[in-house]
């Protein structure tokens, strides 16, 4: 356990050292899932709706582990109505993009920086770039790295991600 929680450290120096803006704190190791996590955390009220009507409330609580890229509530709002309420009538293309945010295995803000790219569970592959100290998905910034849940990690953006055409 001791090595561990010094792994732990030096993984946050290390990420401290090469990109400043992933050096916040971790939120403390949840003992919720990834869908429990993201309903506590009271920001991603459109995401949990639209994992719910997708049917993918069951995936994102199982055992995992998963990596979410998880957009606010306000980077829902900047997306068209129209575009959530078609997305919302077509349940395999909002499946699709919902899973568009989403990474097999737990990838760690430490993990992530030395990333260009990772699959996604969509299929398609999301871009990774470390640009003046933030890290970007496909252009959303992450705001918010390493919300740990007992089945991954949450790292909020704050676009929403739509897979490739």
Do not use: C, W
Request: proline share 6%; no cysteine; hydrophobic share 55%.
């Amino acid at each position: 356990m001791k090595r561990i929680v010094a792994l732990l450290a030096v993984a946050a120096v290390a990420t401290a050292v090469a990109v400043p803006a992933l050096a916040r704190p971790a939120a403390p190791a949840a003992n919720g899932n990834i869908v429990q996590t993201a309903v506590a955390a009271g920001q991603f009220k459109t995401l949990v709706s639209l994992v719910k009507k997708a049917g993918l409330v069951g995936a994102l609580s199982g055992k995992g582990p998963l990596t979410v890229f998880a957009p606010t509530d306000a980077a829902f709002a900047k997306v068209p109505k129209s575009t959530l309420n078609a997305l919302a009538m077509d349940p395999a293309k909002l499946k699709a993009v919902l899973l568009y945010h989403v990474v097999s295995g737990k990838v760690t803000a430490a993990q992530v920086v030395k990333l260009s790219s990772a699959k996604t569970l969509e299929g398609s592959t999301v871009k990774i770039a470390v640009k003046n100290g933030s890290v970007y998905v496909n252009g959303a910034k992450v705001v918010k790295p390493d919300v740990m849940a007992s089945n991954g990690v949450i790292h909020v953006i704050n676009k929403v991600l739509l897979p490739p055409q």
